[in-house]
T-cell receptor, first 113, second 117 residues
Framework: KNQVEQSPQSLIILEGKNCTLQ??????????LRWYKQDTGRGPVSLTI?????NTKSNGRYTATLDADTKQSSLHITASQLSDSASYIC????????????FGTGTRLKVLA | DVKVTQSSRYLVKRTGEKVFLECVQD?????MFWYRQDPGLGLRLIYF???????EKGDIPEGYSVSREKKERFSLILESASTNQTSMYLC????????????????FGAGTRLSVL
């Protein structure tokens, strides 16, 4: 069964610290993996998207990595800010041209001053 | 910037009512999606549309229907609302499912939180 599992479920860190969120997937075939940020009460916003041939992608202080062999991805946030408080969702696309993306349940991050 | 607008942020309806959720995108995207988001679950696809008047069922279409009469507008209809349809509903659009990966990045609306009493 195609699944995307994220850990931890929730995380609290102090402002200025770094953190890493994990995503493991059992999706086959695999086309690409996306990370989204969802602020409370808002829709998700795309952060990064990586194909199987890419193993790292950055967007400002956000860096995503992908290991297609072990089917793992991580999202690293550097020098966290209060505005990073949000849910982070990992999404896997089974094949190019599909509309049936597999969504993880997200990691809820809280950054404290 | 792509803008996906959902007509209502909050809705409260009674059991048995017919409910319309509207979504409009302003970037001439081919694809539009309706998802529901519930605590502890990932987003679940209700319906997908790849063109005007074209639709595909998602993972949980029961109790819902959709309408896409114009390219920019995609409506979700709850024919007879039930309490188990209380949820956050998210609309999304993407340029295309084909071609470069950048073309199928999804852009989401702010969501409609529906409560059915």
């Amino acid at each position: 069964k195609n699944q995307v599992e994220q850990s931890p479920q929730s995380l609290i860190i102090l402002e200025g610290k770094n953190c890493t969120l994990q995503c493991n997937y059992t999706v086959s075939p695999f086309s690409n993996l996306r990370w989204y940020k969802q602020d409370t009460g808002r829709g998700p916003v795309s952060l990064t998207i990586m194909t199987f041939s890419e193993n790292t992608k950055s967007n400002g202080r956000y860096t995503a990595t992908l290991d297609a062999d072990t089917k793992q991805s991580s999202l690293h946030i550097t020098a966290s800010q209060l505005s990073d408080s949000a849910s982070y969702i990992c999404v896997v696309s089974p094949s190019s041209g599909t509309y049936k993306y597999i969504f993880g349940t997200g990691t809820r991050l809280k950054v404290l001053a | 910037d792509v803008k996906v607008t959902q007509s209502s942020r909050y809705l409260v309806k009674r059991t048995g009512e017919k409910v319309f959720l509207e979504c409009v995108q302003d970037m001439d995207h081919e694809n539009m999606f309706w998802y529901r988001q519930d605590p502890g679950l990932g987003l679940r696809l209700i319906y997908f549309s790849y063109d005007v008047k074209m639709k595909e069922k998602g993972d949980i279409p029961e109790g819902y229907s959709v309408s896409r009469e114009k390219k920019e507008r995609f409506s979700l209809i709850l024919e007879s609302a039930s309490t188990n349809q209380t949820s956050m509903y998210l609309c999304a659009s993407s340029l295309s499912s084909l071609g470069s990966i950048a073309k199928n990045i999804q852009y989401f609306g702010a969501g409609t939180r529906l409560s059915v009493l």
